[in-house]
């Protein structure tokens, strides 16, 4: 662990604590000196290993029920290995992945299987995690049949159009192809999929970052109300400070591999404690940051309205 990671710790404990109302939460996530490393290799005939590429370094981080941690740095900072590392999609070089108390890196098969059902992973390119050939209801009901959910396929094909429906899509949509779709209705798509199997944990990898802004704030706000309603705990990673503030309720600020930043998103923004972080910050359009800040203010007021209705 390196020096400002050790330094992070304590400040992220107890930011965390406070931002769950005194520490409540349980902690459904904890990450413990994750290691990532990939070999380089060189030779003709024999390939043998010169060094490695240290794609994570050596992180430790809790996330806490109905939590979100945002992850953000730079372009190849180790972002999207973190995330396949503790879904073991990758099997990490070293640490603790530690997922309700299990031990994600020892288990196999599946066991393993039957724990990924309850994490599951949003990717930036919708069109690309999607099969072209697959109509849309065939896409929301194969996890079910892989995972055992639903009696039938009448129940399996009543549940996909539930979960279009609860994205904003219609169940009419089901016959239809991916290409038949927008970029921010096929992101709603890969959203209702992952849903299909009652997730616990999603970790979202810039899933927003191909949309343009209007159709990114409406996805950012679907994924905001369906954590509410599914009480979901999210990771969720961007190279984009302002939608991880957003979105998150903790952030990590991660350089070449470590985590040089950690605590409460509004402090993170306020008092950026490094140069890296403050030019993160920098490079957020403002525009986009106003934008969000207003429909976010327009929302509350909304919901304000209702509650006092
Ligand atoms: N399978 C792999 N084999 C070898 N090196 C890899 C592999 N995957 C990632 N890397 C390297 O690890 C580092 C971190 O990559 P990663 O994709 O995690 O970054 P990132 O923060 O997600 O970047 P981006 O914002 O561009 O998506 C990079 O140097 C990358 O080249
Ligand atoms: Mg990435």
Do not use: W
């Not at 662990?1 to 404990?13: G, L, S, V, W």
């Not at 530690?98 to 390119?125: H, P, S, V």
């Not at 999210?234 to 984009?240: A, L, P, Q, T, V």
């Amino acid at each position: 662990m390196t020096e400002t990671n050790k330094a992070a710790q304590p400040a992220a404990a107890g930011a965390t604590a406070s931002s769950n109302g005194g520490g409540q939460a349980e902690e459904l996530l904890k990450v413990t000196n994750l290691k990532m490393y990939f070999p380089i290799t060189s030779g003709l005939l024999f390939q043998r290993k010169v060094a490695d590429v240290k794609a994570v370094d050596g992180i430790s981080f809790t996330v806490r029920r109905g939590e979100t941690l945002g992850l953000v740095g730079e372009s190849g900072c180790g972002k999207s290995t973190t995330a396949r590392a503790i879904l073991q999609l990758y099997r990490p070089t070293a640490g603790s992945v530690l997922f309700e108390g299990n031990e994600l890196t020892k288990l196999k098969g599946g066991e393993l299987r039957r724990m990924r059902r309850r994490m599951q992973m949003i990717f930036q390119d919708p069109y690309g995690s999607m099969n072209p050939r697959m109509t849309i209801e065939a896409a929301l009901t194969e996890p079910m049949v892989i995972q055992g959910i639903g009696h039938s396929s009448r129940e399996r094909r009543d549940r996909a159009a539930a979960l279009l429906e609860e994205v904003g899509l219609e169940a009419a949509h089901l016959r239809r192809y991916p290409h038949e779709f927008s970029g921010g209705q096929r992101q709603r798509i890969c959203i209702a999929r992952a849903l299909a199997v009652e997730p616990e944990f999603l970790i979202c990898d810039e899933s927003v970052s191909a949309l343009d802004v209007s159709v990114q704030a409406q996805v950012l706000n679907l994924l905001k109300r369906l954590q509410e309603k599914h009480h979901l705990t999210y990771i969720f990673i961007s190279h984009d400070l302002s939608v991880v503030k957003f979105m998150a309720d903790m952030i990590a600020v991660m350089k070449d591999g470590r985590i040089v930043e950690f605590g409460p998103s509004d402090t993170i923004y306020a008092h950026p404690r490094t140069e890296y972080t403050r030019q993160l910050i920098a490079a957020v359009p403002k525009d986009d940051l106003e934008h969000i800040r207003q429909r976010q203010a327009a929302r509350l007021a909304a919901r304000a309205q209702r509650l006092s209705a």
